[in-house]
């Protein structure tokens, strides 16, 4: 069964500091691989996804992430984050068997001025 | 133009009481779900529809009956509701079926049971 491990709940920075936000997942098949944010009370957004291709992959908002096969992780990173870049940051996996999106259970960035 | 909607946006009821979230989208896509979000913002998904049938229904509470009367909307009636089923429950839709087809989500309902 295919999962998804987000270790860092929380990841406070300063503004214009950089960011890494963590994801990792175990599929025995190739997936397909989603970054989503959620800003207070509103909806998930797509940030950006790998579904195949160049393993760097760029998304909204300057964000980027690197799908690494041999380590099973897809982090998101941004060179210089934003006080409006305070929001939950939720990685998903798909693909294979399944036919469904799992979620992992969110890393919230809070962004320091 | 909003293009998943679902209303109403908060939901305070007692226990016991039957309830219903609309979700409607004009996105023209083929597939709709929810998803319930618990309070440790755990997202799963409950139900998928595509062009108005039901293909995803996971070990949701019979309590639980989604509705889809055409592909744009996609609603969901709650009978008996408990404490557990206080969450926030998000429509989404994407293009096509298959899990590479990106999510695009509503804002959300935040159901509150007391």
């Known amino acids: 069964a295919q999962s998804v491990t987000q270790l860092d709940s929380q990841v406070p920075v300063f503004e214009e500091a950089p960011v890494e936000l963590r994801c990792n997942y175990s599929?025995?098949?190739?997936?397909?691989l989603f970054w989503y944010v959620q800003y207070p009370n509103q909806g998930l957004q797509l940030l950006l996804k790998?579904?195949?291709?160049?393993?760097l992959v760029k998304g909204i908002n300057g964000f980027e992430a690197e799908f690494n096969k041999s380590q099973t992780s897809f982090h998101l990173r941004k060179p210089s984050v934003h006080i409006s870049d305070t929001a939950e940051y939720f990685c998903?996996?798909?693909?294979?068997?399944?036919?469904?999106?799992?979620f992992g259970t969110g890393t919230l960035l809070a962004v320091q001025p | 133009d909003t293009a998943v909607s679902q209303t109403p946006k908060y939901l305070v009821t007692q226990m016991g009481n039957d309830k219903s979230i609309k979700c409607e989208q004009n996105?023209?896509?083929?597939?709709m779900y929810w998803y319930k979000q618990d309070s440790k913002k755990f997202l799963k998904i409950m139900f998928s529809?595509?062009?108005?049938?039901?293909?995803i229904n996971e070990t949701v509470p019979n309590r639980f009956s989604p509705k889809s009367p055409d592909k744009a909307h996609l609603n969901l009636h709650i009978n008996s509701l408990e404490l557990g089923d206080s969450a926030v429950y998000f429509c989404?839709?994407?293009?096509?079926?298959?899990?590479?087809?990106?999510?695009?989500f509503g804002n959300g309902t935040r159901l509150t049971v007391t």
């Open positions: 998903a996996v798909g693909g294979g068997a399944t036919n469904k999106l799992i």
């Open positions: 790998y579904l195949s291709g160049s393993t």
């Open positions: 996105l023209g896509h083929d597939t």
């Open positions: 989404a839709s994407s293009h096509e079926t298959g899990v590479n087809s990106p999510l695009h």
């Open positions: 529809y595509n062009n108005k049938e039901l293909i």
């Open positions: 599929s025995s098949v190739s997936v397909y």
